[in-house]
């Protein structure tokens, strides 16, 4: 199977996925026997999925102990024009910041962030509403999470 210009996975591929999702290092053995398939059939999957940029790389999850007493927030921005690629470089930058999207409507940009205590949360916070370029912030804290699909 080829992937389309529109990126389509077929059955195999989104199963294989979701078991790399569950545990990147399942050796391939395990992965074909969970999926019903040869190795060799993982192996060219996995191998293709690469190449097409499917899959970009594989990492780890931090679980719940290692997130334990991190304060997350969202950060909406509203960005000057012609003034993104700066506003992202300083962004880039500042390692508590963990996600930055771009968004339609009334915001510009859309940034996750986490620290390890409310001070530390708040200074970056200030940093983020004193870059040069953001007109305007609004944060909202993360109290509890309600449901995680992010694989």
Do not use: C
């Not at 999957?45 to 991190?70: H, K, N, S, V, W």
């Not at 000057?80 to 910041?97: D, F, S, Y």
């Amino acid at each position: 199977m080829t992937i389309t210009p529109s990126n389509r996975l077929d059955e195999l591929d989104r199963a294989l996925m979701t078991q790399l999702a569950a545990n990147a290092r399942a050796p391939l053995a395990t992965l074909a026997r969970r999926l019903g398939v040869a190795r060799s059939t993982v192996q060219a999957r996995l191998e293709r999925l690469e190449r097409t940029g499917m899959i970009a790389g594989y990492t780890i999850r931090p679980g719940d102990a290692a997130r334990q007493g991190r304060i997350r927030a969202t950060v909406l921005l509203t960005i000057e024009p012609h003034a993104q690629a700066a506003v992202l470089a300083r962004l880039k930058a500042r390692g508590e910041v963990e996600r930055i999207h771009t968004t339609s409507g009334r915001f510009d940009l859309l940034v996750q962030v986490a620290a390890h205590s409310t001070t530390a949360l708040d200074d970056v916070l200030d940093v983020i509403g004193e870059t040069t370029g953001v007109r305007a912030s609004e944060s909202l804290i993360h109290l509890s999470t309600k449901l995680d699909r992010a694989t």
